[in-house]
């Protein structure tokens, strides 16, 4: 197929007169509610089931990815998941005011109620709208072909790509709550959540889009048959199937058109989306004619350093000093003098921070030896900002005692991207959205599922040489932060004492699987993942519960937190779906 690029997540599309009451389906189960004619909705029988309808349901799905439900508040269930699992593991802080966006004080805290529908309420209602918007294009696809209005070949590349979409939402649920109904295309009345079997479902809609999709897209950001393999391999690892999981990583590392940039900080740039290593990922874009710059990554709108010079917006304002970086996360980028982690120590001392100390005084950045991704995630003081000179400490951060030193890049556009209308359009109110997309699955992740693999399973080189691969990428000279001169020029020197080696081999199985899952936190931090894969690999309560004992000592915020096995491992189900399913839906053990 011819690839072309098309806005996939513009909200003005004509899908909405007729998707407009499939949310509330699987929630309800009166039949009579469900007879009611919907006010101003197109007839099937007038409309024409071709590619550009069918294909125009899809992009209705596609525009659900990055969690905008309504434009309000789209933090509450971003694509780039930074509350639910950054925020909420050893990666994040909250930032900002402890009294601007409480209920996120509560789900760093591991403090969640049912009641708190305005955040859980709203993650609920953005991915099961993705499912019905799905389900819609899936019943699209195959009254086409019922009508002779789309080939046969036509609908079920069209029917692959809607089930890869509802398996995605699906997974984003699962990956939530883990106790949850399956919404397919026959479903008419409210879905009972217990004891469904959701992991086969999910697998079976990739499976059957690996098997129907092209592997070329229909257009740039869309779902093909590599895609689906990929996807499908991170469902096999969330179970920990490790089997099901290796041939189809080997056949995406040997035969798939994906391997690593050169540069790690392509990864997070909007002038290298869609690049080889971008398996899936949220196509963000600005300057398309949506109001305020709507179908940007506006889910990410309050991670931008508070009060600072950098970017402007409508109103003149810098906001919202959320999403800080850890203390934690900062020392896991530790390396010894040799360039490797320190995998088991690297907590025991802080990289020296100006925790408390003013902007206008004296301060030297830590000069121990350091991983140089960390100032590609990390912006600390002394270091430069993307661009945007050196980062002074407490100027640009909202309040220093509650969410601690550090701010996040990984969103943040350069300075030499600023009013580049392709990039940064400059219409919002809030200064740090961008066309930066938001990773969902990256190349490097498929090579650190199968090093665990190897590492767990004891094969071969114990997945040391897939390591190895991240870790010289990484070593990159090229892409290493630069320090400024006096004027704020690069002076072509690293901002800090990178050092970084490959490890050649593993002394052990043990340091293997340490290795692993500690290069897969640092190549992928505030990413979005690092709770989830806590829990997927069963050390949730584990690491967490050790990170609060420290963070009570430095953080007051956190001086109540404390992790529950068993119970904090999912969030709660929102009061109000269980109270709309009629009793169908069970409140998860805990809540």
Request: glycine share 8%; net charge negative; with cysteine.
């Amino acid at each position: 197929m011819k690839e072309v690029f098309i806005d996939i997540k513009t909200r003005r599309i004509l899908i909405l007169v007729y998707i407009s009451v499939i949310v509330s389906i699987p929630f309800q189960s009166c039949q009579k509610e469900l007879e009611i004619p919907l006010q101003g909705q197109y007839s099937t029988d007038v409309i024409t089931y071709d590619a550009n309808w069918v294909g125009s349901q899809l992009t209705a799905a596609y525009g659900m990815l990055d969690g905008n439900l309504d434009g309000d508040d789209m933090w509450r269930a971003a694509g780039s998941n930074w509350v639910y699992g950054e925020v909420a593991s050893d990666n994040a802080y909250k930032g900002s005011e402890f009294g601007d966006q409480p209920i996120i004080n509560n789900i760093e805290r591991y403090a969640a109620n049912s009641n708190e529908s305005r955040y859980y309420g709203y993650k609920w209602n953005a991915v099961f709208e993705g499912v019905a918007r799905s389900n819609e294009a899936i019943k699209g696809a195959k009254k086409g072909l019922e009508r002779g209005e789309l080939t046969p070949a036509e609908s079920i590349q069209l029917e692959a790509e809607a089930r890869f979409l509802r398996a995605h939402y699906h997974f984003e649920a699962k990956k939530m709550w883990d106790n949850i109904p399956y919404i397919d295309e026959t479903v008419t009345v409210s879905q009972s959540n217990i004891d469904v079997d959701s992991w086969s479902a999910i697998e079976a809609d990739f499976a059957f889009a690996v098997e129907k999709l092209a592997e070329n897209s229909r257009f740039v950001g869309a779902a093909n048959s590599w895609v689906a393999r990929a996807y499908l391999a991170k469902v096999h690892m969330y179970q920990l199937d490790y089997t099901a999981a290796k041939p189809v990583l080997d056949a995406i590392i040997n035969s798939g058109p994906y391997s690593l940039t050169p540069k790690y900080s392509d990864n997070f740039n909007a002038e290298t989306n869609n690049n080889v290593e971008s398996i899936f990922a949220i196509q963000n874009t600005v300057g398309d004619g949506s109001a305020g710059d709507d179908n940007a990554n506006w889910g990410d709108a309050l991670n931008f350093p508070n009060g600072a010079p950098v970017g402007t917006s409508p109103t003149g304002s810098s906001c919202c000093g959320f999403f800080q970086p850890s203390q934690n996360l900062v020392n896991a980028y530790k390396t010894d003098v040799s360039g490797l982690p320190l995998l088991d120590t690297f907590n025991d001392v802080d990289v020296v921070n100006d925790d408390g100390i003013a902007s206008d005084a004296s301060f030297t950045p830590y000069t121990g030896e350091l991983d140089p991704r960390l100032d590609w995630k990390v912006g600390r003081r002394g270091i430069d900002y993307n661009g945007w000179g050196i980062m002074p400490g407490q100027a640009w951060i909202r309040n220093q005692p509650n969410g601690g030193p550090y701010l996040q890049k990984i969103t943040l556009f350069r300075k030499s991207q600023f009013e580049n209308g392709s990039i940064d359009a400059g219409l919002a109110w809030a200064p740090g959205v961008s066309s930066m997309n938001t990773n969902i699955i990256r190349f490097a992740e498929v090579l650190l599922w199968r090093a665990e693999i190897m590492a767990v399973k004891g094969e071969g080189d114990l997945g040391v040489a897939l390591v190895d691969r991240i870790r010289t990428r990484a070593a990159n000279p090229d892409d290493f932060v630069k320090e400024l001169d006096a004027n704020g020029k690069p002076t072509g020197n690293p901002a800090a004492n990178y050092v970084i080696q490959p490890y050649g081999s593993f002394t052990s199985q043990e340091q293997a699987i340490k290795a692993v899952a500690h290069e897969y936190r640092i190549e992928t931090a505030l990413e979005g993942h690092r709770f989830f894969d806590l829990v997927r690999r069963g050390v949730a309560d584990q690491v967490l519960s050790t990170y609060l004992n420290t963070e009570i000592t430095k953080r007051s915020h956190l001086n109540s937190a404390s992790f529950t096995a068993g119970k904090n491992e999912r969030y709660p189900i929102p009061q109000t779906v269980i109270s709309v399913s009629n009793g169908k839906i069970k409140q998860n053990e805990g809540y």
